[in-house]
């Protein structure tokens, strides 16, 4: 995985809610999670699978404090960027 975006954030986040009655249309970028349907537990796991599927380790307390999807991507991608490995 070189960079988290958005579509793929809502497969994770569907796959790991265990349920697929949340809403993930439309312009969902700055929706709380918590106004999505989704809590830190289900975001646990997803930072587990991006973890082990880019190999990398995220800082939990910046992913805890991302409160949006936006928050979420911009915080993963600064790890997965070519300059955060560098």
Do not use: K, W
């Not at 995985?1 to 312009?27: A, E, F, V, W, Y």
């Not at 939990?60 to 949006?68: D, G, M």
């Not at 991608?77 to 955060?84: H, T, Y």
Request: proline residues 3%; glycine residues 8%.
């Amino acid at each position: 995985m070189q960079q988290l975006d958005l579509p793929t954030l809502i497969g994770l986040l569907r796959t790991s809610g265990g349920s697929d009655t949340h809403n993930l249309n439309g312009d969902v970028l700055d929706v709380a999670f918590a106004d999505l349907g989704y809590d830190s537990l289900c975001l646990l796991q997803v930072t587990g699978v991006i973890e082990r599927d880019a190999g990398v380790a995220l800082d939990e307390q910046v992913l805890e404090e991302a409160e949006t999807p936006r928050q979420y991507i911009a915080a993963v991608n600064r790890v997965l960027s070519p300059q955060a490995t560098a």
